[in-house]
């Protein structure tokens, strides 16, 4: 008995570090936040973007409209045989990335929660449910990378000229560019060893002895062998179906820097449809270097900033102060929505129809 009090006493003692360093990031990202966020004063702005507030706010919820339709519209195509409507999918995705993105680290709960959700909705099993999960987070990826890189294109030489004095480093474009294609790297990677290689099924052996352990590892290792084996079909047989899907996740990703230029519109300020695109997309490297922090919260906002010096835009600072209030709000919307859905929504709910 002591023994185990002992043990558990020491478990309880660890110094969580993970957790630990999430929460600093959130609270860093929260105060960078709230530092450019002082410079905000659109009272200043001229009269007629502020009666023209109404039409924006139209245009944004438009766009978001759209966004989630192709941004859904990309897991649905690669989901399997058994997806769920489009429409139920956009609420399981609606629901699970509000948890993902209010809580520091909450893709450890809300990411699992979609293939909770989506075994219920379809009927699937375990392990079709994290095949569908796992290619849509490789489009996802994939959509966001090719993002960066056309952003990176756009403005690779304007970042490049003002380096050191706006960004603190030499040649910061490659330093975004070779982050973005590390990420793509570990990305491909992954996806090649369970296609070529497929480790679980030729690396790996179920084990004879007794005991749970050797119970659990048979478990595992089976449903793994099986997600293995599905993600390798899909990738073979569906090929034209991915190519189409991570169309579809870059599409909804440019949207946000649409979105963006109608923004930068409405302050009033001249500037080129191009510019804007690159600077959304530039910054979302960072947001997925630091997706601890929820919605990359601080650290993205700070890039816009200086790659709104970068690019000349005028005021930058009281410019991508209100730049970045206006993208946050449509993300906060969302965010609240997703949880007042996952509020209202009984679990019973989702697998009615089917009933």
């Not at 110094?15 to 530092?35: D, E, M």
């Not at 990420?183 to 497929?198: D, G, P």
Request: aromatic share 10%; net charge positive.
């Amino acid at each position: 008995m002591e023994q185990l009090q002992e043990e558990k006493s020491r478990r309880t003692s660890r110094f969580p570090i993970g957790r630990l360093l999430q929460v600093v990031l959130a609270i860093g990202g929260i105060t960078f936040f709230t530092l450019l966020a002082r410079d905000v004063n659109f009272g200043a702005l001229p009269p007629a973007s502020l009666s023209s507030l109404p039409e924006l706010i139209l245009i944004i919820l438009g766009l978001l409209l759209l966004n989630y339709t192709f941004d859904t519209g990309s897991w649905w195509i690669i989901c399997g045989e058994k997806r769920p409507p489009l429409w139920r999918l956009a609420l399981i995705r609606l629901r699970c990335e509000a948890v993902t993105n209010v809580i520091p680290g909450g893709a450890v709960i809300g990411e699992p929660m979609k293939v909770g959700f989506l075994m219920r909705s379809s009927g699937m099993t375990r392990p079709e449910a994290t095949t569908s999960f796992l290619l849509s987070k490789f489009v996802l990826i994939i959509g966001q990378i090719i993002y960066i890189f056309v952003g990176l294109a756009l403005s690779y030489s304007v970042i490049n000229n003002v380096s050191e004095s706006v960004f603190g480093v030499g040649d910061f474009a490659m330093v975004v560019l070779g982050g973005a294609l590390a990420v793509l790297l570990v990305i491909l990677a992954f996806a090649a060893s369970m296609v070529l290689w497929q480790p679980m099924n030729n690396r790996f052996s179920f084990s004879d002895r007794e005991g749970w352990i050797a119970r659990w590892w048979n478990i595992g290792l089976k449903e793994l062998r099986e997600i293995e084996l599905l993600v390798a079909q899909e990738f073979r047989r569906h090929r034209y179906r991915l190519l189409l899907s991570i169309l579809f996740s870059f599409i909804a990703w440019s949207l946000n820097g649409v979105e963006l230029y109608f923004i930068v519109r409405w302050l009033g300020i001249d500037a080129g449809f191009f510019d804007i695109y690159a600077i959304d997309a530039v910054s979302v490297v960072v947001r997925m270097v630091v997706f601890v922090i929820p919605i990359g919260l601080g650290g993205q906002d700070w890039t816009i900033r200086s790659l709104a010096v970068a690019h000349g835009l005028p005021q930058p600072e009281i410019t991508a102060a209100r730049m970045v209030v206006m993208k946050r709000a449509r993300e906060f919307f969302v965010i609240g929505l997703g949880l007042l859905l996952l509020l209202v929504m009984p679990r019973e709910s989702i697998s009615e129809e089917k009933g």
